[in-house]
């Protein structure tokens, strides 16, 4: 089992940057894949990014893909999300995630959830 907790929220304005951290806490926190993902006021939740275990493999949703980037340091058990040229869309509660034998977009395969953080950007 793998308790996570996000860090890194915050209120910018259009084209800034934030970095989301993901930790993790456990010794398996290496064998899962992890996510972000997030969901805005009346929207559903929806994919983000999502990393392998490595880290060599990445997956983007196409409205962040180019501004966001996510990895992974397994040493310190933690997962990041840097996001720049931010967008008054992208404002939503970031949640990270962690799945243990798959590899996807889809929320439904992800185990493990933290509480989210707040990123909101301002136009």
């Known amino acids: 089992q793998v308790h996570l907790v996000e860090s890194g929220g915050g209120l910018v304005q259009a084209g800034a940057f934030l970095r989301l951290s993901c930790a993790g806490s456990?010794?398996?926190?290496?064998?899962?894949?992890m996510g972000w993902f997030r969901q805005a006021p009346g929207k559903e939740r929806e994919f983000v990014a999502a990393?392998?275990?490595?880290?060599?493999?990445?997956l983007y949703a196409d409205s962040v893909k180019g501004r966001f980037t996510i990895s992974r340091d397994n040493a310190k058990n933690t997962a990041y999300l840097q996001m720049n040229s931010l967008k008054p869309e992208d404002t939503a509660v970031y949640y990270c995630?962690?799945?243990?034998?798959?590899?996807?977009?889809?929320?439904?395969?992800?185990?493990?959830w933290g509480q989210g953080t707040q990123v909101t950007v301002s136009s």
């Open positions: 995630a962690a799945a243990i034998n798959t590899f996807t977009t889809s929320d439904l395969a992800y185990d493990y």
């Open positions: 990393i392998s275990w490595s880290g060599d493999s990445t």
């Open positions: 456990g010794r398996t926190f290496v064998t899962y894949v």
